[in-house]
Every structure is written in structure tokens, then in C-alpha cells.
């Protein structure tokens, strides 16, 4: 049940589903004008600077910029990567793809393949209502890594974890029987800070090697023109900058319900 609510109820959260709300108060307050006008309004403001490059990028920034790639990348008794970077081959789908969040996938790849760590732990399990396949995330990623040249025996499945708690709950259960403590984290660079303080939680000596970054740097504009159109552009909404706020959000929301329930 903590697994659906948890899930469920920060949809209502979210700028999209506040404004949602308030749309739906301003419906049934519509007798009373100025209340009416007030929840239109919030839900206007919320979904407007939500949908805003600079509201966008910077509540990504504060999250991507915590743990950037290390100059020298040192060995690990174990690459642990996060599930999220594949989607099941479900029809139409004529196998494993990857996403979005990919790279973490390809990544985990160089990493072994470089030398780094011996082993790569696959950590992501099914959640039932969710799942669009007839495989485990971990199951899929396993698919991808020995497409990519990775043997099987170099592979461990957590397949049981269904958030990141559990990631690194289980993950600690299966590496504490081989006596690895030192891991090589692999996910995406806005999840980095909440995975890195979960695995800490369990003992283990955490190297955060992330990928999938949302915000770089970019060059200035030097020219009067480029600035006053990036000016313009920050302050106009658009469904990309409102998807990029929602999973900063997701992040800080998810850390402070895990600080409520004594995981972190």
C-alpha cells in the first residue's frame, strides 16, 4: 500500500496536478467570483512558472551539479546500476530499448569494459500496475548489457526492489554475502544525490558516477540579440520545462518522505 500511495499521491503534488486541483475548486467555488478568480489564477501562476526554462533549469541545476563525473574514475569491487534506463519489450516494441535515461545503461557498459569493477549489480524490480512488460527493469538491463558485450557471469539481478530504498536495501543483502563494500554508483544525475545518501545509509563506500545530465554549461551569448532572445525564452512556458521541474520536485519530495520514514 506505502509503495501505490507513494506513487500516487504526489501526482496531486506536482504542478500539473495542483493546477489541476485548483481548476476543479474554481469550478465548484464558481458562485463565489473572487474565490473562483483567486484558484484560477494559482493554478495559472504554478503551471506558468513551472513551465519556465529558468524555474526549470535552475531547481535541476541545484540537483544534477551536486556530484559531477570525477576527473580519474577509480576501480570498485562492484558497478551498481539503477534500473529506469530501459523500457520492456512489450508490442509494438521488437525487443529491450532504452530511453530517456539510457545512458546509464551504456555507461555501466564502459565501466565494465574499461576495467573498473568485475562485476555489474542490476537493481530494479517490478512494480505490477506499472510495468508495461513481461520482464523486470533489471531483467531488461541484463538483455542490453550482454548485447553490448557484457558475459552474463559478470552480471548479478536484484530484481525484487521497487524504489530506491529498496535498491539499496537489497542491494546491500546481495554484495554483503561476496564482501563487497565498495561500489561504483551508476544513475542519472538528478537521482544521484537521494541514491548516494540511501546507499551511505546501508554502509557502502559510494563512488556516484553519474550520467544523464538535463542542465550543462553552455557559452555566453555575446551578441545584444542572442541575449534578449534568451530573455525571452526563459519567461515563455513550454511542456518540456514543465516535465524537467516535475522530476526535480519528484527528487526533493522523494528525499523528504524518506527522511519522514527513517531511511535516510
Not at 506513487?7 to 473572487?34: D, H, R, T
Not at 541545484?62 to 539503477?82: D, F, H, N
Not at 538528478?190 to 558516477?209: D, I, S, Y
Request: charged residues 15%; proline residues 5%; contains cysteine.
Amino acid at each position: 500500500m506505502f509503495i501505490f500511495l507513494s506513487k500516487l499521491l504526489p501526482l496531486f503534488v506536482y504542478p500539473l496536478g495542483l493546477a489541476c486541483i485548483l481548476m476543479l475548486l474554481a469550478i465548484v467555488s464558481s458562485a463565489n467570483n473572487k474565490r473562483s478568480k483567486t484558484y484560477i489564477i494559482l493554478a495559472l501562476v504554478i503551471l506558468w512558472l513551472s513551465s519556465t526554462n529558468g524555474i526549470s533549469n535552475l531547481l535541476a541545476r541545484s540537483l544534477e551539479w551536486r556530484y559531477k563525473p570525477p576527473e580519474e574514475i577509480p576501480s570498485g569491487e562492484a558497478i551498481v546500476l539503477l534500473g529506469g534506463g530501459t523500457e520492456s519489450a512489450a508490442y509494438p516494441r521488437s525487443g529491450v530499448e532504452i530511453n530517456g535515461a539510457g545512458d546509464r545503461v551504456l555507461y555501466a557498459a564502459q565501466l565494465y569494459k574499461d576495467g573498473k569493477a568485475p562485476l555489474i549489480l542490476l537493481s530494479g524490480g517490478e512494480i505490477i500496475w506499472l510495468n508495461d512488460g513481461s520482464a523486470t527493469p533489471a531483467e531488461d538491463m541484463a538483455q542490453m548489457l550482454t548485447s553490448l558485450g557484457v558475459p552474463t557471469e559478470a552480471l548479478i539481478i536484484e530484481d525484487r526492489s521497487r524504489n530506491t530504498y529498496e535498491n539499496a536495501l537489497y542491494a546491500k543483502e546481495l554484495l554483503a554475502e561476496k564482501g563487497i563494500n565498495k561500489i561504483l554508483l551508476v544513475t542519472s544525475a538528478m537521482h544521484m544525490p537521494r541514491a548516494v545518501a540511501l546507499f551511505e545509509a546501508q554502509g557502502f563506500k559510494v563512488m556516484p558516477l553519474p550520467v544523464d545530465y538535463s542542465i550543462v554549461e553552455n557559452e555566453s551569448v555575446e551578441n545584444q540579440d542572442g541575449v534578449l532572445i534568451t530573455k525571452i525564452l526563459n519567461i515563455i512556458p513550454g511542456a518540456s520545462n514543465l516535465a524537467l521541474t516535475t522530476n526535480a520536485l519528484k527528487e526533493y519530495l522523494g528525499s523528504f518522505i524518506y527522511q519522514l520514514q527513517g531511511w535516510l
